[in-house]
């Protein structure tokens, strides 16, 4: 039996979880937060709900991967860092560059960095997470999973923008989408649940959590989502506005008084969506609960539910049709009022929710006996999804 660590590294944080495999079991999983920002916090949970945390100071991600593992062999979950032979590191942009995960050498770290100008906070601290590993654990297996690789099999017509075309032969700039392996991973469970090939089904995957995006799965491909060059597009989200008219940018600098672009795209990034419109949260249970009082939590749901219909619209036409949709993350899997005023707008596409099944946060069939849409719950696993890609790319 072997083990394979997933590996989630932010600029200041590394989340991890420890499978066996091929069993796919969780044997611990934790997080280390404040990295190089003193009160490093470092818990790992794991046994029958047993649980360590410390807080002191981690310096960096090389030290963070350090204590990890050597926390794992003084808690006996590891009798030695032999027991672990992969590890996959999740990657934010793999540009167009990486249509698949790969094995991880110096040239691919390079090129992860290289990669930074599209996802600069991520890339730069997973590119040390990498390095850090290889350096701790250089033989074992290590394998680079990006978020826009699922996305790699857009049509033109759906990644290009109509802006003059050489901004994209020049730049790349074009639509490059996110949450990939979420995507990647409910689509083929959808397709196990409904016992057919994902190779003939139609399926609007919709990952609602802070982060949201909705992608068209056609055959098993994403042929369309609604994140676009950035995680900044798509539906309106926990604090970010979603798509606008770009020319709101140029309108709201002058009104502000703001001169750097860069403050404009934050306020878009960190104050906007949900956060933005309901001045009270950007976590949807807040604003949900303040709805029942608050003109502008009540709306702000409102748009929420709406723009995610309207991208789910969307991808019927780009489709022609659609077997089944797919809720997944932090909302879609945990907000049953959510996911009904969504599908029960619906209705004329052929959806139709059973509020029986749809009282779940598990993996369940939702929509109601013989619609013509299948409506699914399925919470999103993309650890495993990274671990299974370890076991699919070892030599
Ligand atoms: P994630 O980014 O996937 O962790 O999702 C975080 C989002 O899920 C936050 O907006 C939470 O408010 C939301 N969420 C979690 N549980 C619930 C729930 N029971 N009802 C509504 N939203 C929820």
């Known amino acids: ?14 989340k991890f979880q420890l499978f066996n495999m091929p069993q796919e079991d969780v044997v611990a999983k934790g997080l280390v937060e404040r990295i190089g920002l003193g009160d490093s916090i470092f818990s790992i949970s794991y046994g029958d709900d047993q649980k360590f945390e410390v807080v002191e100071d981690i310096p960096n991600h090389e030290v963070a991967v350090e204590k990890l593992l050597e926390q794992l062999v003084a808690l006996n979950i590891i009798s030695s860092f032999d027991e672990i032979t992969g590890v996959g590191h999740r990657v934010v942009a793999g540009g167009e560059l990486f249509k698949d995960s790969a094995l991880v050498d110096d040239t691919v770290i390079q090129q992860v960095e290289d990669l930074a100008e ?17 350096h701790i654990l250089p033989d074992i297996t290590s394998v680079a999973v990006f978020d826009t690789s699922f996305h790699t099999t857009m049509p033109k017509k759906a990644y290009l923008y109509s802006i003059p075309m050489e901004y994209y032969k020049k730049f ?15 689509s083929r469970r959808a ?32 042929v369309d989502t609604s994140m676009g060059f950035t995680p900044l597009a798509g539906v309106t989200m926990g604090t970010r506005s979603g798509d606008i008219d770009a020319s709101l940018v140029a309108f709201l600098m002058n009104k502000l008084n703001i001169t750097d672009v860069n403050e404009m795209v934050e306020i878009l990034n960190k104050k906007s969506g949900l956060l933005g419109l309901s001045g009270v949260s950007s976590d949807m ?15 702000a749901v409102e748009i929420f539910v709406d723009r995610v219909q309207k991208y789910i619209g ?20 945990n907000s049953k009022t959510i996911r009904a005023r969504i599908i029960n707008g619906l209705t004329w596409f052929g959806c139709d929710i059973d509020p029986e099944r749809n009282d779940t946060r598990s993996e369940a069939i939702i ?11 399925i919470p999103t696993n993309e650890e495993v999804e990274i671990a299974r890609d370890i076991e699919r790319l070892r030599k």
């Open 367 to 377: 929509s109601s006996e013989g619609a013509k849409v299948t409506v699914l719950n």
């Open 285 to 299: 249970r807040d604003v949900e609960a303040a709805s029942e009082t608050n003109e502008d939590a009540k709306v």
């Open 191 to 222: 397709a196990e649940m409904l016992g057919k090939p994902i190779e003939e089904l139609k399926i609007i995957t919709c990952h609602l959590g802070n982060g949201a995006s909705i992608t068209a799965v056609d055959g098993g491909k994403s």
């Open 1 to 14: 039996m072997s083990k394979s660590i997933a590996i989630n590294a932010g600029s200041s944080s590394l």
């Open 172 to 186: 790349k700039a074009r639509k490059y989408g996110a949450h990939g392996t979420s995507h990647r991973y409910v």
């Open 118 to 134: 599209f996802a600069p906070l991520h890339n730069k601290a997973e590119a040390v997470g990498m390095r850090a590993f290889k």
């Open 314 to 333: 969307q991808y019927v036409a780009v489709m022609n049709g659609v077997d089944a949709i797919v809720f997944t993350a932090g909302i879609g899997e």
